[in-house]
C-alpha cells in the first residue's frame, strides 16, 4: 500500500516515515523544509519504498502529483506554534488552512481511502473542562488554534459530500526523537534538553505550574497506525485526542528531565531554572481524556512521560551532544 506523508522531514513526519518503510509500506514524503531537515530523512533516501518530493502544499498542483496512487494520506505538514502565528497569522492561515485545504481536495481527486490528519490540543481554546473530551472545545485563543479548528470543518465536509474517510488527530504536547531543540519557536522538551546539556538556565514561562499532557512520539505513530488501519465505522470522520491521559506541570517535568540528564552528567543537576512572565496564547493546562481513543481505536499508550523522557534524554545524548 502506499502512503503519502507530507511533512516527512519534519519531527512526526520523519518518525512515521521510518516506521511505515520498515514495515514495507511504500512511502511518497513531501516537505519544503520550512521547518523540517533533511538530515531527518537522508538515510531513507536509498529506500526502494521511498519516493521524496520537495515542494510545498500551498501549490495544488504539488498536491496533485504526491497524491497519485495512494491509498492513504497522513498530512502533518503545518506552521506550529502558537507565537509563531501571533507574530504571522498570514503565513499560518496560507499553509495550515489553504495548505491542508489542497492536499484535502488532492487526495479526494485521487481516490485516497483515508486521509488522517494532525489536528491540535490548542483547539479546546478557552474551555476550562477537564480532561478534555473531544466534543466540547471552547474559544480558539490563537490564529494558529483557529487554523487547526478549520481544518477540522473542512474535513468533517469533506466527508459528508464527497464521501472520502477523515480522521484527525488532536496531538497533545508531542516529545521525542529527532524534535527540533533549535529556533525561535522550539519544542519546551528539546529546548531544555540543550540548554541543560550546556550548563544553561533554561528560562519557564510564568511560575512553572502551567500542566501539559507530554505524549511520546511512540505513543502519536501508535495513534496515526490505529487512525488509518481501524475498519471501526465509528472512526470514520472523527477526531481523537492524541495523548498520554496524564497531567504533569512544567515543574515537575523539569524534574524528571534534571533527573534523567544528570544520570549522564552529575553537574546539570545545579542548573538553575528561571522563571519569566506567562505568554501570550497559552492554555494553562491541558489534560486529555483518551477514552474515545481506548474504546474506539483500541488505543494504549506505550510511553509515561517518564518513559519517554528516558528514550528522548538517549537519542538527544547520543545524537546531540
Not at 110 to 118: E, I, L, N, S
Not at 152 to 174: D, S
Not at 177 to 183: A, I, L, S, V, Y
Not at 266 to 271: P, Q
Amino acid at each position: 500500500m502506499k502512503i503519502v506523508i507530507t511533512g516527512c522531514a519534519g519531527f512526526i513526519g520523519s518518525n512515521l516515515t521510518e516506521y511505515f518503510l520498515n514495515k514495507g509500506y511504500q512511502i511518497v514524503g513531501l516537505d519544503n523544509f520550512a521547518t523540517g531537515h533533511l538530515k531527518n530523512i537522508q538515510h531513507l533516501m536509498a529506500n526502494a519504498n521511498f519516493e521524496f518530493f520537495e515542494g510545498d502544499i500551498r501549490d495544488l498542483d504539488t498536491c496533485h502529483k504526491v497524491c497519485v496512487g495512494a491509498d492513504y494520506v497522513l498530512h502533518q505538514a503545518a506552521l506550529g506554534s502558537v507565537p509563531r502565528s501571533l507574530k504571522d497569522p498570514l503565513t499560518s492561515n496560507e499553509v495550515n488552512v489553504n495548505g491542508f485545504l489542497n492536499m484535502l481536495w488532492a487526495a479526494k481527486e485521487a481516490g485516497v481511502k483515508r486521509f488522517v490528519y494532525a489536528a491540535s490540543s490548542s483547539t479546546y481554546g478557552d474551555s476550562e473542562s477537564l480532561p478534555k473530551v473531544e466534543e466540547v472545545i471552547g474559544k480558539p485563543l490563537s490564529p494558529y488554534a483557529i487554523t487547526k479548528y478549520v481544518n477540522e470543518l473542512y474535513a468533517q465536509i469533506f466527508g459528508k459530500a464527497y464521501g472520502i474517510e477523515t480522521v484527525g488527530l488532536r496531538y497533545f504536547n508531542v516529545f521525542g526523537r529527532k524534535q527540533d531543540p533549535n529556533g525561535a519557536y522550539a519544542a519546551v522538551i528539546p529546548k531544555f534538553v540543550m540548554q541543560f546539556m550546556k550548563y544553561e538556565s533554561p528560562v519557564v514561562n510564568g511560575d512553572g505550574n502551567y500542566s501539559r499532557d507530554f505524549t511520546y512520539i511512540d505513543n502519536v505513530i501508535q495513534m496515526n497506525e490505529l487512525a488509518m488501519l481501524s475498519e471501526n465505522p465509528e472512526v470514520v470522520n472523527s477526531v481523537f485526542n492524541t495523548a498520554f491521559g496524564e497531567r504533569t506541570t512544567l515543574n515537575d517535568m523539569i524534574h524528571i528531565l534534571k533527573e534523567e540528564l544528570s544520570k549522564k552528567d552529575a553537574k546539570i543537576a545545579n542548573v538553575d531554572i528561571v522563571y519569566g512572565p506567562t505568554r501570550a496564547g497559552d492554555i494553562p493546562h491541558s489534560l486529555a481524556s483518551i477514552d474515545k481513543a481506548k474504546t474506539i481505536l483500541r488505543y494504549q499508550p506505550e510511553f509515561s512521560l517518564k518513559q519517554g523522557l528516558a528514550e528522548a534524554v538517549n537519542w538527544y545524548w547520543e545524537n546531540l551532544k
